[in-house]
Structures are given as structure tokens and as C-alpha cells.
């Protein structure tokens, strides 16, 4: 009668046996080590771009709605932005909306900028004095513009950190005369370090006052008057944005007698946030696809060697099975193997993969990160492969005659 043996005993066969081809067994993990490690850095990376996204969300400032021209149909066509989102509509917000705190118009435009026998190229914004508190901005040397330099549509700038490495190789160049668009302007003040956004280098931009900007540098359309980019709308706190964004909707509408679709667009932080998190998530998501088909090919590849060995060790089955192993015993130790293989490679492939993860976030601005729960599923997922694609091998082995093995010997 045959005997049932141990688990420990088989696991321990099993094992031996994995010892006894090394090389095979190493080639064999090869896949699942390559899919692990797949999973993980891509996982990781699609997860950093997520987080890179949101921090530079965040740089926009708190509770901030922003009023752009144009609808989404423009936006999609790639129809040039029209102008008619004008000066007056930031004052009309101002002035009409209730559950907004400070309104910060914004006009953008490219010039070079030249000190001295230096030059470079840079974007030049006109905005208020309340662009810094709106946006979250901060100084770091010198001033911001005041009122009177609204009014008197002064000719003073400030300069953003990275800009002023680019202009001054010493110094902050407070007091210094810099040209733009062959206009003489005075710095007054360096900015903090805010970072990019959307790559968007904002260390790199020139501020001046708006109405400088209008009289010196843009002009005033013939048609609107004094267009702007953009509106920077700061609602009085994170729940008052959903009515701000309501009645700043309803006004525009009103002011520019509108009756079907809308000439402008209203977008929050959330908004963006939603969008981001929708890509950046499809994203990470088909990473992980592509890094999951790497471990079903290793997968396979461990069921096709499995194969190849149920063929070699037929004699072994047979003898195991006349000396009075169960086919049960056979199964187990062909499944343990699979086991074995794909756990252990998952590990290793795990290690690499998080390792992989980690000289991302060291060596680029990428925050890329993996959780626990991430590796755990990842290690899991491997077994779980490992043990599916072991059962065929494993049952080939165990329905082997006992009989018909012995007589190759």
C-alpha cells in the first residue's frame, strides 16, 4: 500500500532537486525575476509621475480658481485663445462675486531680456500686487510692486531666482537696469524658489505691473481693450470654490451677453487635479499591464521547463512511484518546485525592481515611490503564476504508469 509522505519530506525532494540544476533553475526564475522587477519599477514611476503632478498642482496656490478664455471645444481644435476675457471682467469678480477673496488679472508674453552683454529669453507676466498672495508666492530679496507702481505704471521688475543665475553671475542685481522689448526696467526684487509646473520653469519668469505691461509692452486690442492670459480667482476658503466658480460663471455670462455656448472657461484646482489623476492613473495602470505580461511570460516559461523536465525524470517518477509514492506525493513535489521558482524569483525580482525605483527618485525630479501592499501583491501574484502554470507539469507527472516509466530504465 502506498504511503503518504510527509510534506516536509517532499518540499525537501523538491528542493534537492532544484539544487541539482542550478543552471536550469536560474534561467527558469529569469523570467519571473524580469517580470517582477518590471512591475515594480514601472509601478513605481507611473506612481511618481502621479505625485510629481499633484505637488506641482499644489504649487498653484490654495483654493484657487482660474478664469481662462476660450471653451473646451477651442482647446481641443487648438484654435488660437481669443481675447475677449478683458481687465474689466477682473474687476467686475472682484467687485460682484462674495465667496471670493482676491482676484489676481495676468498678462503673458515672451521677450529676451538683456543685461549687459548677457541674454535670454523668458516669459514676462503683468499681474497686481495680489498675484503673491493669490498664487502662494513669496520674496526673497528686496520688494514686490505696489499700488502707486500700478498707477504709475512704473517700470520696475522682479525677477525670478533662476533668472537672475542666468543675468548676474554674482549679487542679487536688486537696483540694476535690465532691457526688455528695448525698455528699460529697474529690479526691485528676487523672487523665491516656486519650481516648474506642467514644465514650466517658474523660477525663470520676469514680473512687472500690469499696466506696464500694457503700456510698454502688449498695447490694448482695438476691439476688447486691455486682454488678459488668464484670471487667478482665490476663493475665501477650500468650500467656497464651488460657489465662487458658480456665480464667477453666471456673471461672465452676463457680461458677455452670452447665450450659447461659453467664450471663457472656469477651472479649479480640483478640476485639474481630477484630470491629472485620470491620466496619471490610466498611465500607471498600463505600465502595470505591460509589466504583468512580462510575469505571465515567465509564467509560461516555468511551465515550459517543468515540461521538459516531467520528460527527463521519467525513469525517477517511476521508481519513486514502484517504491511506493502516490501520485498525490508526485504532484506535490512538481508543484512545490513550480512554487519555488516563481517566489523566489519574484524576490529577487522584487528587490531589483524597488532598487530600480529607488535610483529614479535619487538621480531625476521624478518622486517615484512603491508601497508595501504593491510588493506584497506583486510577490503574491508571482506565487500564485507559479502555481497555476506548475499544475499541467505537475499532473503530467503524477498520471505517469509506473510500469511504463520503469521500462526506459
Same mark, same amino acid.
Given at each position: 500500500?502506498?504511503?503518504?509522505?510527509?510534506?516536509?519530506?517532499?518540499?525537501?525532494?523538491?528542493?534537492?532537486?532544484?539544487?541539482?540544476?542550478?543552471?536550469?533553475?536560474?534561467?527558469?526564475?529569469?523570467?519571473?525575476?524580469?517580470?517582477?522587477?518590471?512591475?515594480?519599477? =514601472?509601478?513605481?514611476?507611473?506612481?511618481?509621475?502621479?505625485?510629481?503632478?499633484?505637488?506641482?498642482?499644489?504649487?498653484?496656490?490654495?483654493?484657487? *480658481?482660474?478664469?481662462?478664455?476660450?471653451?473646451?471645444?477651442?482647446?481641443?481644435?487648438?484654435?488660437?485663445?481669443?481675447?475677449?476675457?478683458?481687465?474689466?471682467?477682473?474687476?467686475?469678480?472682484?467687485?460682484?462675486?462674495?465667496?471670493?477673496?482676491?482676484?489676481?488679472?495676468?498678462?503673458?508674453?515672451?521677450?529676451?531680456?538683456?543685461?549687459?552683454?548677457?541674454?535670454?529669453?523668458?516669459?514676462?507676466?503683468?499681474?497686481?500686487?495680489?498675484?503673491?498672495?493669490?498664487?502662494?508666492?513669496?520674496?526673497?530679496?528686496?520688494?514686490?510692486?505696489?499700488?502707486?507702481?500700478? !498707477?504709475?505704471?512704473?517700470?520696475?521688475?522682479?525677477?525670478?531666482?533662476?533668472?537672475?543665475?542666468?543675468?548676474?553671475?554674482?549679487?542679487?542685481?536688486?537696483?540694476?537696469?535690465?532691457?526688455?522689448?528695448?525698455?528699460?526696467?529697474?529690479?526691485?526684487?528676487?523672487?523665491?524658489?516656486?519650481?516648474?509646473?506642467?514644465?514650466?520653469?517658474?523660477?525663470?519668469? @520676469?514680473?512687472?505691473?500690469?499696466?506696464?505691461?500694457?503700456?510698454?509692452?502688449?498695447?490694448?486690442?482695438?476691439?476688447?481693450?486691455?486682454?488678459?492670459?488668464?484670471?487667478?480667482?482665490?476663493?475665501?476658503?477650500?468650500?467656497?470654490?464651488?460657489?465662487?466658480?458658480?456665480?464667477?460663471?453666471?456673471?461672465? !455670462?452676463?457680461?458677455?451677453?452670452?447665450?450659447?455656448?461659453?467664450?471663457?472657461?472656469? !477651472?479649479?484646482?480640483?478640476?485639474?487635479?481630477?484630470?491629472?489623476?485620470?491620466?496619471?492613473?490610466?498611465?500607471?495602470?498600463?505600465?502595470? %499591464?505591460?509589466?504583468?505580461?512580462?510575469?505571465?511570460?515567465?509564467?509560461?516559461?516555468?511551465?515550459?521547463?517543468?515540461?521538459?523536465?516531467?520528460?527527463?525524470?521519467?525513469?525517477?517518477?517511476? *521508481?519513486?512511484?514502484?517504491?511506493?509514492?502516490?501520485?498525490?506525493?508526485?504532484?506535490?513535489?512538481?508543484?512545490?518546485?513550480?512554487?519555488?521558482? %516563481?517566489? *523566489?524569483?519574484?524576490?529577487?525580482?522584487?528587490?531589483?525592481?524597488?532598487?530600480?525605483?529607488?535610483?529614479?527618485?535619487?538621480?531625476?525630479?521624478?518622486?517615484?515611490?512603491?508601497?508595501?501592499?504593491?510588493?506584497?501583491?506583486?510577490?503574491?501574484?508571482?506565487?500564485?503564476?507559479?502555481?497555476?502554470?506548475?499544475?499541467?507539469?505537475?499532473? !503530467? @507527472? %503524477?498520471?505517469?504508469?509506473?510500469?511504463?516509466? =520503469?521500462?526506459?530504465?
Amino acid at each position: 500500500m502506498a504511503r503518504k509522505l510527509p510534506l516536509i519530506e517532499t518540499a525537501t525532494m523538491a528542493l534537492s532537486t532544484l539544487k541539482a540544476n542550478r543552471l536550469r533553475s536560474l534561467l527558469t526564475m529569469l523570467g519571473i525575476v524580469i517580470g517582477n522587477a518590471s512591475v515594480i519599477s =514601472l509601478v513605481g514611476i507611473g506612481r511618481g509621475a502621479q505625485n510629481l503632478a499633484e505637488n506641482q498642482l499644489s504649487n498653484l496656490g490654495a483654493n484657487v *480658481l482660474f478664469v481662462v478664455p476660450g471653451n473646451n471645444d477651442t482647446r481641443r481644435r487648438g484654435v488660437a485663445f481669443p481675447k475677449n476675457l478683458v481687465i474689466e471682467d477682473a474687476e467686475a469678480i472682484e467687485e460682484q462675486v462674495p465667496s471670493i477673496k482676491r482676484v489676481a488679472p495676468q498678462i503673458t508674453t515672451n521677450q529676451v531680456i538683456q543685461y549687459e552683454s548677457k541674454s535670454t529669453a523668458s516669459s514676462i507676466l503683468g499681474v497686481t500686487p495680489n498675484f503673491l498672495k493669490v498664487r502662494s508666492f513669496e520674496i526673497s530679496k528686496g520688494r514686490f510692486f505696489s499700488e502707486q507702481d500700478i !498707477r504709475s505704471a512704473r517700470n520696475v521688475v522682479v525677477i525670478g531666482p533662476d533668472l537672475k543665475k542666468k543675468l548676474f553671475s554674482s549679487g542679487y542685481g536688486i537696483g540694476k537696469n535690465i532691457r526688455i522689448k528695448n525698455q528699460s526696467f529697474q529690479i526691485v526684487g528676487v523672487m523665491a524658489p516656486k519650481g516648474a509646473v506642467f514644465g514650466t520653469n517658474q523660477d525663470e519668469n @520676469a514680473y512687472i505691473p500690469i499696466s506696464t505691461m500694457v503700456s510698454r509692452l502688449t498695447g490694448r486690442d482695438p476691439t476688447y481693450g486691455v486682454s488678459l492670459s488668464f484670471i487667478s480667482v482665490e476663493a475665501i476658503n477650500e468650500k467656497s470654490t464651488g460657489p465662487a466658480k458658480f456665480q464667477i460663471t453666471n456673471l461672465l !455670462r452676463q457680461r458677455h451677453k452670452i447665450l450659447r455656448d461659453d467664450d471663457f472657461a472656469v !477651472r479649479s484646482q480640483k478640476d485639474a487635479l481630477k484630470i491629472v489623476s485620470t491620466i496619471t492613473g490610466g498611465l500607471t495602470l498600463m505600465l502595470a %499591464a505591460i509589466g504583468a505580461i512580462s510575469l505571465l511570460v515567465g509564467g509560461i516559461g516555468i511551465m515550459n521547463i517543468m515540461l521538459v523536465s516531467v520528460s527527463e525524470r521519467t525513469e525517477e517518477i517511476g *521508481l519513486r512511484k514502484a517504491l511506493g509514492a502516490r501520485s498525490a506525493d508526485v504532484l506535490t513535489q512538481f508543484l512545490v518546485e513550480s512554487l519555488v521558482l %516563481a517566489i *523566489l524569483g519574484g524576490v529577487i525580482g522584487t528587490g531589483i525592481g524597488v532598487g530600480a525605483v529607488a535610483v529614479v527618485a535619487t538621480i531625476t525630479p521624478l518622486p517615484a515611490t512603491i508601497g508595501s501592499s504593491t510588493i506584497l501583491l506583486t510577490v503574491s501574484l508571482s506565487g500564485t503564476i507559479g502555481l497555476f502554470f506548475g499544475v499541467i507539469p505537475a499532473k !503530467r @507527472a %503524477a498520471k505517469l504508469d509506473p510500469i511504463i516509466a =520503469l521500462r526506459s530504465l
